[in-house]
């Protein structure tokens, strides 16, 4: 009874086999199918690679939502050096919305030399040529983000030179927290000075000919610091052409939220437009002698997730190429065997021609071959 159930059963998945056998008797081989499998299965090599290559690749994701954090102070990470000595100049934040000079004790004032070492350059120099394919190509942006906390450090290196200069220039570092609305940091003549009434620097104690506003931004950001991360400012240099010079920085700063498989962090993204004018009250350019730097924070926050492809959509991917190169292949090879015998076919009928031939009764024979030979039709 047991093995009438199991015929029974072997039977209907007989009967439920959608991929038919063909006997080997049955199957002829030709030197054209042979050529196009040969193509196939290197193209489905080729194609397989390339799909495990793309497998194996993440890219990142954008989404966008309103920022609803309004109470969390910023960060903001600072490295410029000014070429005036650090008992000319002061740095502050004037908050606008409260009207009033944040706190700028996180800053340190330290006396450099403003020419960079050979080494210093260079890094300066490939830094800005980064910033330049920055500009040209946005997409280079995601590597950075997938590459953070792995690539090189983006600081600017120690001076590898003892040189006996003395110092001529400040260089302004460390960070600062404000509130999260539009606000200007500036460094300006003089120290900065509390003032019930608003905002003031000491700067009649400095004389005129010691104003000098070139500056370098080694670094500037919004938020928790990212080793590898490169920002807008990172390596810009501007050389003033005159004492009395302002250079203006409106910056628009983006929270971002970053998720890698490397990190996971709360930081700013921020786009910047420079201007640079001389003052002069005698021609209407108005204004003090400074490097201002206005910032406002944008109302929308950007989500950045790094996304990798799913194994089921990788194999979904991989059956479809395998799939579709042997249905591909195959009929394309059954078209042109079709248009090979059709032209081969033509070929032979046209290689005979129908002649008349006289007969004795007065009959005419239309179907002898055009390789008759003339002198044996003639005979008869």
């Known amino acids: 009874m047991r093995r009438l159930n199991r015929k029974k059963t072997l039977n209907l998945m007989k009967e439920l086999d959608a991929f038919p056998k063909v006997p080997e008797s049955y199957v002829q081989t030709s030197a054209s199918g042979g050529t196009v499998s040969l193509i196939a299965f290197t193209t489905m090599a080729f194609l397989t690679i390339m799909e495990f290559m793309v497998y194996r690749d993440t890219w990142m994701k954008y989404e966008y939502e309103v920022d609803k954090d309004f109470t969390s102070k910023l960060r903001i990470n600072i490295d410029i050096t000014v070429a005036m000595k650090c008992q000319y100049v002061g740095a502050d934040v004037l908050d606008l919305a409260e009207t009033m000079v944040a706190s700028a004790d996180g800053l340190a004032y330290e006396p450099v030399i403003f020419e960079l070492s050979p080494q210093q350059r260079e890094w300066q120099r490939m830094l800005q040529l980064i910033q330049s394919r920055l500009q040209e190509e946005h997409s280079l942006q995601d590597v950075i983000f997938k590459s953070a906390f792995r690539s090189a450090s983006t600081a600017l290196p120690p001076r590898e030179d003892n040189s006996l200069q003395p110092p001529d220039a400040c260089r302004i570092h460390g960070h600062l927290y404000v509130n999260k609305v539009a606000g200007n940091f500036h460094i300006t003549v003089g120290k900065a000075i509390p003032h019930p009434r608003g905002h003031a620097h000491l700067a009649a104690l400095v004389s005129h000919e010691a104003y000098n506003f070139s500056h370098r931004i080694d670094h500037l950001s ?22 009395n010079q302002m250079f203006q920085y409106f910056i628009t700063v983006v929270p971002t939220k970053l998720h890698t498989y490397e990190i996971s962090a709360e930081t700013h993204q921020f786009s910047v437009t420079e201007r640079e004018r001389v003052i ?16 406002d924070i944008s109302s929308l926050m950007v989500t950045v997730t790094e996304e990798h492809m799913p194994f089921w959509q990788f194999l979904v991917r991989l059956c479809g190429i395998i799939g579709g190169i042997f249905s591909t292949t195959g009929i394309l090879h059954g078209i042109g065997r079709f248009i090979v015998e059709i032209i081969c076919c033509r070929f032979r009928l ?8 006289p007969l004795p009764d007065g009959y ?17």
């Open 222 to 243: 919004f938020g928790e610091l990212i080793p590898g991360i490169i920002n807008p400012l990172d390596g810009t240099e501007k050389i003033a052409s005159d004492h």
């Open 280 to 295: 002069n009250h005698a021609a209407g350019s108005h204004g003090v002698s400074g490097i201002f730097m206005k910032y």
């Open 350 to 357: 046209g290689s005979y021609k129908s002649i008349s031939v």
């Open 364 to 380: 005419i024979n239309n179907h002898l071959p055009l390789t008759t030979d003339n002198e044996d039709l003639s005979a008869t």
